[in-house]
């Protein structure tokens, strides 16, 4: 978030958005870095792991 990066709700949005385009690496990077500034935020924890089980399922299908 280049304007304001200490506000953890432009994560959340730009994670969310990443996770609906199917970017699960690049959405739990998002969540990750939201959490970086809020580790309580159960939203964001909620967010990763959706993001890297899907992550994990992908990469297991690929193999």
């Known amino acids: 978030m280049q304007l ?4 953890m709700d432009g ?3 730009k ?6 385009l ?6 739990a990077h998002a969540f990750q870095e939201g ?3 809020n ?3 159960k939203v964001l924890r ?3 792991w ?5 992550l994990s399922q992908n990469r297991s299908a690929a193999s």
């Open 46 to 48: 909620q967010g990763f």
């Open 11 to 13: 994560y959340y949005h």
């Open 35 to 37: 959490l970086k500034l």
């Open 22 to 27: 199917h970017d699960y690496a690049g959405a």
């Open 50 to 54: 959706d993001a890297v089980g899907l």
């Open 15 to 20: 994670g969310f958005a990443l996770f609906n």
């Open 39 to 41: 580790p309580a935020d």
């Open 4 to 7: 304001a990066p200490h506000i």
